[in-house]
């Protein structure tokens, strides 16, 4: 299914170092963000959006989904980087600190009055706000719904930990009301959600674990901060064989339901219904994404 982009892998390359910009094309991540925001010395934001602007153009046989990070609209950077960037047509642009569904509002204005002057598509632009503080977190769910450019919901630990005086641990109990507010949020307004980055490269390990914890909440991807963590990423969201095997069974016995006459079936002594049958759905487009399946289904399943 065409509609269905991965977003499994989101990988930041800071916009002021040349060399990690030309490795963009090799990345094997499903998204790279290019990042004007933290990882930009504040003496050196002009020069780095220019770069990206000349690398965006320059990047034309793209690989992969290009988005941008700028800096926050409430600085004096966010939006000259809007400014010289979105002539370059990355796909889309990473907002960071989304507090409030105004703020989102005000990019999406700023969009399509640049999409008119550039005479491309209204909506071309995709935005990725970034839940980054307990405000945000409060107004998460206003902000998914906010705009039709919005892909996902992303999830900022490290900003948000700041905004409640805390310390972010490797455990990550401290997250749980916050992840899980986003995953809602997300959820709810049909889009993806993104957790935050491991910025601990070293512990290979302790990265897995958080991205198999992450998975069990609903995320459907992950940022990252260095490419060697791209393969545990796609490792643990790709769908197991016998997951695949499973919703393929279920796919099966919803379509004999319908044929006699009946939108519930047994399968192994469980009832498969609609609920069901959504997830396998799902399941089976995401293999189909990865290219694990050769085919999936059409909508008309759930519906009979």
């Given at each position: 299914?065409?509609?269905?982009?991965?977003r499994?892998s989101?990988?930041?390359?800071?916009?002021n170092?040349?060399?990690?910009?030309?490795?963009?094309?090799?990345?094997?991540?499903?998204?790279v963000?290019?990042d004007?925001?933290d990882?930009?010395?504040?003496?050196?934001?002009?020069?780095?959006?220019?770069?990206?602007?000349r690398?965006?153009?320059?990047?034309?046989?793209?690989?992969?989904e290009?988005?941008?990070?700028?800096?926050?609209?409430?600085?004096?950077?966010g939006?000259?980087?809007?400014r010289?960037?979105?002539?370059?047509m990355?796909?889309?642009?990473?907002l960071?600190?989304?507090?409030?569904?105004?703020i989102?509002?005000r990019?999406d204005?700023?969009?399509t009055?640049h999409?008119?002057a550039?005479?491309?598509?209204?909506?071309?632009?995709?935005i990725?706000?970034?839940?980054?503080?307990?405000?945000?977190?409060?107004?998460?769910?206003?902000?998914?719904?906010?705009?039709?450019?919005?892909?996902?919901?992303?999830?900022?630990?490290?900003?948000y930990?700041?905004?409640?005086?805390?310390?972010?641990?490797?455990s990550?109990?401290?997250?749980?009301?916050?992840?899980s507010?986003?995953?809602?949020?997300?959820?709810?307004?049909?889009?993806?959600?993104?957790?935050?980055?491991?910025?601990?490269?070293?512990?290979?390990?302790?990265?897995?674990?958080?991205?198999?914890?992450?998975?069990?909440?609903?995320?459907?991807g992950k940022?990252l901060v260095?490419?060697?963590?791209?393969?545990v990423?796609?490792?643990?969201?790709?769908?197991k064989?016998?997951?695949?095997?499973?919703?393929?069974?279920?796919?099966?016995a919803?379509?004999?339901?319908?044929?006699?006459g009946?939108?519930?079936?047994?399968?192994?002594?469980?009832?498969?219904?609609?609920?069901?049958?959504?997830?396998?759905?799902?399941v089976?487009?995401?293999?189909?994404?990865?290219g694990?399946?050769?085919?999936?289904?059409?909508?008309?399943?759930?519906?009979?």
């Amino acid at each position: 299914m065409s509609s269905f982009t991965l977003r499994r892998s989101l990988l930041y390359v800071p916009g002021n170092m040349p060399s990690m910009l030309q490795n963009i094309p090799v990345f094997a991540a499903d998204t790279v963000i290019i990042d004007l925001e933290d990882a930009v010395p504040l003496g050196e934001k002009d020069a780095a959006r220019r770069l990206v602007r000349r690398f965006l153009e320059n990047y034309r046989d793209r690989r992969q989904e290009v988005l941008v990070r700028i800096n926050a609209l409430d600085t004096e950077w966010g939006f000259d980087d809007l400014r010289e960037v979105l002539p370059a047509m990355p796909d889309g642009i990473r907002l960071p600190k989304a507090d409030t569904p105004e703020i989102v509002e005000r990019l999406d204005t700023f969009l399509t009055e640049h999409e008119e002057a550039l005479g491309v598509e209204i909506g071309r632009f995709r935005i990725l706000p970034s839940i980054e503080s307990a405000l945000g977190v409060i107004n998460c769910i206003d902000v998914a719904a906010t705009s039709t450019r919005i892909l996902g919901l992303a999830f900022g630990a490290e900003d948000y930990t700041a905004s409640m005086e805390i310390e972010r641990t490797k455990s990550g109990e401290e997250l749980f009301n916050a992840r899980s507010r986003v995953v809602w949020a997300a959820k709810a307004a049909g889009v993806q959600a993104i957790d935050t980055i491991f910025s601990d490269v070293k512990d290979m390990e302790g990265f897995r674990r958080e991205t198999e914890l992450v998975k069990t909440l609903g995320f459907t991807g992950k940022s990252l901060v260095n490419p060697r963590q791209i393969e545990v990423v796609h490792e643990v969201f790709a769908p197991k064989p016998e997951e695949i095997d499973y919703a393929r069974q279920v796919i099966e016995a919803i379509q004999r339901a319908r044929e006699m006459g009946t939108g519930v079936i047994s399968l192994g002594g469980k009832m498969v219904d609609a609920p069901v049958v959504k997830r396998a759905l799902r399941v089976i487009r995401t293999a189909y994404a990865q290219g694990l399946v050769d085919e999936v289904p059409g909508e008309e399943v759930l519906r009979g």
